[in-house]
């Protein structure tokens, strides 16, 4: 079993700056890829952005792309999601996900992973 807690979100006007961390315990996330998702209400969960098990490969959705960047610490078990440059549409409650079932690929749906943090809420003023 893995545990995620995602944390960072908050509110901020329109082109600023938020950082979102995810602490995973339970197990390591070393050979595991991880993602980023959203929510906004009223809309399906959507793809944000996907890091391979040693960081090496990322993949983001085109909505997001040259704004977010997704980072990881393995040795502090933690996933990171910087994104820069929000617009009010970024506004969503936003996931992180690991999956014990891909390591260097870089899954872009839901189903490519087991394990949801709980989301954290970022909303982004005009």
């Known amino acids: 079993q893995v545990q995620l807690v995602e944390s960072g979100g908050g509110l901020v006007q329109a082109g600023g700056s938020l950082k979102l961390s995810c602490a995973a315990s339970?197990?390591?996330?070393?050979?595991?890829?991880m993602g980023w998702f959203r929510q906004a209400p009223g809309k399906e969960r959507e793809f944000v952005g996907t890091?391979?098990?040693?960081?090496?490969?990322?993949n983001y959705a085109d909505s997001v792309k040259g704004r977010f960047t997704i980072s990881r610490d393995n040795a502090k078990n933690t996933l990171y999601l910087q994104m820069n440059s929000l617009t009010p549409e970024d506004t969503a409650v936003y996931y992180c996900?690991?999956?014990?079932?891909?390591?260097?690929?870089?899954?872009?749906?839901?189903?490519?992973?087991?394990?949801w943090g709980q989301g954290t809420q970022v909303t982004v003023s005009s």
């Open positions: 890091i391979s098990a040693n960081g090496a490969n990322t």
């Open positions: 339970g197990r390591t996330i070393s050979s595991s890829a």
């Open positions: 996900a690991t999956s014990t079932k891909y390591g260097f690929s870089l899954p872009i749906t839901t189903i490519g992973y087991d394990y």
